[in-house]
């Protein structure tokens, strides 16, 4: 739930992206033509993505960013995180399928969300 918020809020704002790679950008947005998700799951997909394509250039810019207009003071919680991003290594970025995400929205409704 932070992760979708943090989405949302961050990189539905179209942070500055000016240093991330068009390629990069083009690879992250994995959910941009699945037509059965709304905007902002794209959004949190496409916000994932960047995490995991790129976390220390992700730490730099779009966490940076988040961080100075939220007015967040740094803390222990933040300077982990920092360090985490910084010290993680890339992943191939995530792949909606459509079979899943119905599966998953069934089980939310089983269980009354």
């Given amino acids: 739930m932070v992760v979708a918020l ?14 991330w790679n068009p390629k990069v950008l083009k690879a992250a947005n ?9 905007p902002e799951e794209k959004n949190v997909i496409f916000c ?11 730490e730099k810019t779009i966490l940076q960013e988040f ?6 003071s740094p803390d222990k919680w933040t300077e982990s995180l920092k360090e985490e991003l910084m010290g993680a ?3 191939n970025p995530l ?11 069934k089980h939310a409704k089983d269980m009354g969300l």
């Fill in 67 to 72: 961080l100075d207009s939220s007015h967040i």
């Fill in 89 to 91: 290594k890339p992943m």
């Fill in 95 to 105: 792949r909606p399928m459509k079979d899943l995400y119905l599966e998953a929205k």
């Fill in 48 to 58: 994932i993505n960047l995490v995991r394509l790129n976390p220390s250039l992700f």
């Fill in 6 to 19: 943090f989405a949302i809020k961050v990189c539905g704002q179209t942070p500055t992206l000016a240093a």
């Fill in 30 to 38: 994995t959910a941009a033509d699945e037509n059965y998700l709304t």
